[in-house]
């Protein structure tokens, strides 16, 4: 899974390619956990390129959604296409997330001080 | 009449997972299905066999986790084989546990893992489990509309 980052005033956005699953998540765990740690805890994560997520890639969204709740941040996912979007639906994860059609809504949804 | 068939082994090993998804994902995308369908089987298989190394091996490379799919006319049938721990015949029942309320709960009660026997309950339309002969087969069956011909 590549993973590219990027700064928009307060908030880290971080998008995601291919494929969010048990053998490619525990990258991703590790990355957001780095952000905390430098308290980067403002995360916007796009998964448009996302074509693929299993069980296990979103174990790890909600691990790292723990993660930033704990310490005090907010984590938002944009733009995941139909079949992506299923997963988060049919485990009832669409209730746990908060889940935006655009980078630009997400953005907007951290509020002025983080924009 | 031949059933049209897909049969893949790997090694037990997450970083193996890829080679059966762009497997599966070739030979569906060969079936009259669409998109939507394809990824649901995808997903349903990996989440199988992702299974299989956890939970059955342990997370041990060095065993086999065996996939077949067969087509028939109104349904496929898939299989996902292995020869390691067996699961407990209370875990297919026990699909939906992981359903939390949020709202009572909050994010700190939402467990992280246990959704992978749910999604596969949620997409296809049987689901089956045994053990015989020291194998463990979980048998899953979608039902499919095939607008054309495809028993060779």
Known sequence: ?115 | MKTKKFGLIIDSRLEDIHKVSTAVNNFCSQLPLNSEEIFGIELCITEAVVNSIKHAYGNTPGNHVEVELKVYPEYLRIKVLDKGLSMSPLQLEEVCEPFVEVESDGVGGVPTTGRGLMIIANIMDDVSYYTKDESNALIMIKNIRLDREIIT
């Open chain 1, 1 to 115: 899974m590549k993973i590219e980052t990027k700064k928009i005033n307060e908030v880290s956005v971080v998008e995601l390619f291919d494929r969010v699953d048990a053998s490619s998540s525990n990258n991703l765990k590790e990355m957001i956990q780095g952000m905390i740690d430098k308290n980067e805890v403002n995360l916007l994560i796009n998964l448009e390129n996302v074509s693929f997520i299993d069980s296990s890639g979103l174990g790890t969204l909600i691990t790292c959604l723990k993660s930033i709740n704990k310490a005090g941040g907010h984590l938002k996912i944009a733009q995941p296409c139909s079949n992506v979007k299923s997963v988060f639906d049919m485990t009832r994860m669409d209730r746990v997330f908060e889940i935006f059609d655009s980078d630009e809504a997400a953005l907007k949804s951290f509020g002025p001080e983080a924009n």
